[in-house]
């Protein structure tokens, strides 16, 4: 049995009669299956979990939207011996299926979940506040600062519902990141690596952690990260001037950025941020809260996906 969650106001509501050419391939192909649609703010990670509980049999859940989809949804998921994943990005950045290799058409991607070629088992990340007040799986990404920031005030931007209608969302992103080089505020923090290693920064800007490669639409932000090898990789900006952080934002595109001082890429199975005062903190471009002392690593279960 299939069970498909469904976004349909992914893409500004293009999803939704995207749905529709998507259903008649199942249809046609005899597929036993069923779909529910979410309305609200973590609606598929619920579903997500109702599935689970209610059905502990062997199944395919198969989420179609964007990336904070895929994030809500594998938050509801457990019983990992009992599910396939599929994913179908229907999304404006879409950076999940970028990092794992899956193509950008959905209809294509459809064929490949109807008819899956083979099964492969990814890592996922995990975050979690030293007070328990945060605990997170994510797909793609989790940062604090700077990165996050970004993503709470694009949350709350008229500008960026408005741009959606003509596809040019990302385009806020890209103007509150620049505001924000010149009016965030840095923390003094300690970076711990593998409960060993230890970076101490006068001024971090941001800690991010990827499980795969891209975030922002494509950006490499994080060119070592491997989904597979059962690590986290996090990149950590700190001490460097403004204008600096200015100009490294020119460099991310072909992943230059890591070559530069003051900007670190750590491979490790655990990565722990201290800061001196609470930072914001997202997962997959949602917000989760404020925090001054989480540590990154990777979710114990792999997850079994098809591709």
Same mark, same amino acid.
């Given at each position: 049995?299939?069970?498909?969650?469904?976004?349909?106001?992914?893409?500004?509501?293009?999803? @939704?009669? !995207?749905?529709?050419?998507?259903?008649? +391939? *199942?249809?046609?192909?005899? #597929?036993?299956?069923?779909?529910? &649609? =979410?309305?609200?703010?973590?609606?598929?990670?619920?579903?997500?979990?109702?599935?689970?509980?209610?059905?502990?049999?062997?199944?395919?859940?198969?989420?179609?939207?964007?990336?904070?989809?895929?994030?809500?949804?594998?938050?509801?998921?457990?019983?990992?011996?009992?599910?396939?994943?599929?994913?179908?990005?229907?999304?404006?950045?879409?950076?999940?299926?970028?990092?794992?290799?899956?193509?950008?058409?959905?209809?294509?991607?459809?064929?490949?979940?109807?008819?899956?070629?083979?099964?492969?088992?990814?890592?996922?990340?995990?975050?979690?506040?030293?007070?328990?007040?945060?605990?997170?799986?994510?797909?793609?990404?989790?940062?604090?600062?700077?990165?996050?920031?970004?993503?709470?005030?694009?949350?709350?931007?008229?500008?960026? @519902?408005? !741009?959606?209608?003509?596809?040019?969302? +990302? *385009?806020?992103?890209?103007? #509150?990141?620049?505001?924000?080089? &010149? =009016?965030?505020?840095?923390?003094?923090?300690?970076?711990?690596?593998?409960?060993?290693?230890?970076?101490?920064?006068?001024?971090?800007?941001?800690?991010?952690?990827?499980?795969?490669?891209?975030?922002?639409?494509?950006?490499?932000?994080?060119?070592?990260?491997?989904?597979?090898?059962?690590?986290?990789?996090?990149?950590?900006?700190?001490?460097?001037?403004?204008?600096?952080?200015?100009?490294?934002?020119?460099?991310?595109?072909?992943?230059?950025?890591?070559?530069?001082?003051?900007?670190?890429?750590?491979?490790?199975?655990?990565?722990?941020?201290?800061?001196?005062?609470?930072?914001?903190?997202?997962?997959?471009?949602?917000?989760?809260?404020?925090?001054?002392?989480?540590?990154?690593?990777?979710?114990?279960?792999?997850?079994?996906?098809?591709?």
């Amino acid at each position: 049995m299939y069970y498909f969650i469904v976004n349909p106001g992914s893409q500004t509501g293009k999803a @939704k009669n !995207l749905w529709h050419d998507l259903e008649e +391939k *199942l249809k046609s192909a005899g #597929i036993d299956y069923k779909v529910c &649609f =979410t309305t609200i703010q973590n609606d598929a990670e619920k579903i997500a979990r109702r599935i689970c509980e209610e059905h502990p049999e062997m199944k395919r859940i198969v989420l179609a939207g964007g990336d904070g989809t895929v994030n809500e949804g594998i938050n509801g998921l457990f019983g990992y011996d009992s599910f396939i994943l599929g994913y179908i990005p229907m999304g404006s950045s879409n950076d999940f299926a970028r990092g794992l290799g899956i193509p950008q058409d959905p209809l294509s991607v459809m064929e490949h979940t109807i008819h899956p070629k083979r099964c492969i088992r990814i890592d996922h990340g995990l975050v979690i506040s030293e007070d328990g007040d945060i605990v997170r799986k994510f797909g793609v990404s989790s940062g604090i600062g700077y990165d996050a920031d970004i993503c709470e005030k694009a949350l709350h931007s008229r500008l960026k @519902k408005f !741009l959606n209608k003509f596809g040019l969302g +990302k *385009l806020v992103y890209y103007m #509150i990141g620049l505001a924000l080089v &010149f =009016t965030n505020k840095p923390r003094k923090a300690v970076v711990t690596i593998d409960g060993k290693r230890t970076i101490k920064c006068d001024r971090l800007l941001f800690a991010t952690a990827m499980n795969t490669r891209y975030e922002g639409g494509g950006m490499p932000m994080a060119p070592a990260a491997n989904p597979y090898d059962g690590k986290i990789t996090v990149l950590v900006a700190h001490d460097i001037s403004r204008l600096k952080h200015l100009y490294l934002m020119t460099k991310i595109a072909k992943g230059k950025h890591i070559l530069y001082k003051g900007v670190e890429q750590i491979t490790a199975k655990t990565v722990e941020i201290k800061a001196e005062a609470p930072m914001t903190i997202h997962t997959d471009g949602e917000i989760v809260g404020k925090n001054d002392h989480v540590t990154f690593s990777v979710f114990p279960e792999k997850l079994k996906m098809m591709i």
